[in-house]
């Protein structure tokens, strides 16, 4: 079992920023890609982005790229999303996911694919 942990979520005006984190206990972290996923209020929980448990390799989802950064501290065990330029659209709840995998190359995408995740942390931005 790996329980995680989200924090850092907020209400923060257009045009800022935060950095939101991921807690991990329970079995080495280091085995586990992670991911970062989004529900809005009457909408599907949607991909944000995602990580290899190497570190080495990342994806976006288009509506992120280049605003997003995910990054991983397999040393203490915590997962980090830095949110940049933030848009009245990225208003919504938050997931952090972890999902086995026996490359440090590979990473998912699909929400089928993690088989841990935390309880979310709301993420409000203001026009």
């Known amino acids: 079992q790996v329980q995680l942990v989200e924090s850092g979520g907020g209400l923060v005006q257009a045009g800022g920023s935060l950095r939101l984190s991921c807690a991990a206990s329970?079995?080495?972290?280091?085995?586990?890609?992670m991911g970062w996923f989004r529900q809005a209020p009457g909408k599907e929980r949607e991909f944000v982005a995602a990580i290899s448990w190497s570190g080495g390799s990342t994806n976006y989802a288009a509506a992120v790229k280049g605003r997003f950064t995910i990054s991983r501290d397999n040393a203490n065990n915590t997962g980090n999303l830095q949110m940049n330029s933030l848009k009245p659209e990225d208003t919504a709840v938050y997931y952090c996911?972890?999902?086995?995998?026996?490359?440090?190359?590979?990473?998912?995408?699909?929400?089928?694919?993690?088989?841990?995740w935390g309880q979310g942390t709301q993420v409000t931005v203001s026009s």
């Open positions: 329970g079995r080495p972290f280091n085995s586990y890609a």
């Open positions: 996911a972890a999902g086995k995998t026996s490359s440090g190359s590979h990473y998912y995408i699909l929400s089928y694919q993690y088989d841990y």
